[in-house]
């Protein structure tokens, strides 16, 4: 489990190869106006990698394992900003709504619900990965997943109206 971690980390923690960090064409903009246009959280979850995959094929050599992480990376950044934007907004209803609750405070079942998704984000990616059997494609199959995971529960914190 430790060595899970780490690999995730280390993915991360690791700095995208220079044609990815400067020669990536890419913006947020796509996914930001199809969530705009999708009143539902069905047709939202679709908005989910449309950044990247635009971005993949917009850069000259989009498909090269490098600018695939790089491109699936800058989305997820994107997602992950919303998931702690989100999370934020969620946290707030719920402890509004505790004020006039008995039992079980929102507020702290939301962090434990938040928690115990953290682990289960990595686990399930660590398993996309692992079915690369240790191939270049693993890489961009573990930012892929991340990406989708994080944009999903970014807009499961969003369209979960505490109180509403």
């Known amino acids: 489990m430790l060595l899970k971690r780490t690999l995730i ?3 991360l923690a690791s700095p995208v190869t220079p044609l990815a960090a400067q020669d990536l064409t890419f913006s947020t903009d796509i ?3 199809c969530l705009a246009h999708t009143p539902d ?3 939202q979850m679709a908005c989910i990698g449309e950044s990247a995959n635009a971005c993949m094929e917009d850069t000259p050599g989009g498909s090269s394992t490098a ?3 790089g491109c699936l990376d800058r989305e997820l950044q994107y997602w992950d900003a919303k998931l702690n934007e989100n999370y934020g907004a969620a946290l707030k209803r719920a ?3 505790d004020e006039y609750v008995d039992g079980t405070p929102s507020a702290t079942a939301l962090r434990e619900m938040q928690r ?3 682990p289960f984000r990595d686990a399930t990616c660590d398993y996309e990965r692992s079915q690369w059997g240790g191939g ?3 890489g961009p199959a573990t930012y892929s997943c991340l990406m989708r995971l994080t944009g999903q529960q970014a807009l499961y914190l969003a369209n979960s109206g505490i109180g509403e």
């Open 9 to 11: 980390a280390a993915i």
């Open 31 to 33: 996914t930001a106006s």
């Open 41 to 43: 959280m069905a047709g």
């Open 67 to 69: 600018a695939m992480s």
């Open 95 to 97: 402890r509004e709504a």
């Open 116 to 118: 115990a998704w953290i």
């Open 136 to 138: 270049t494609g693993g």
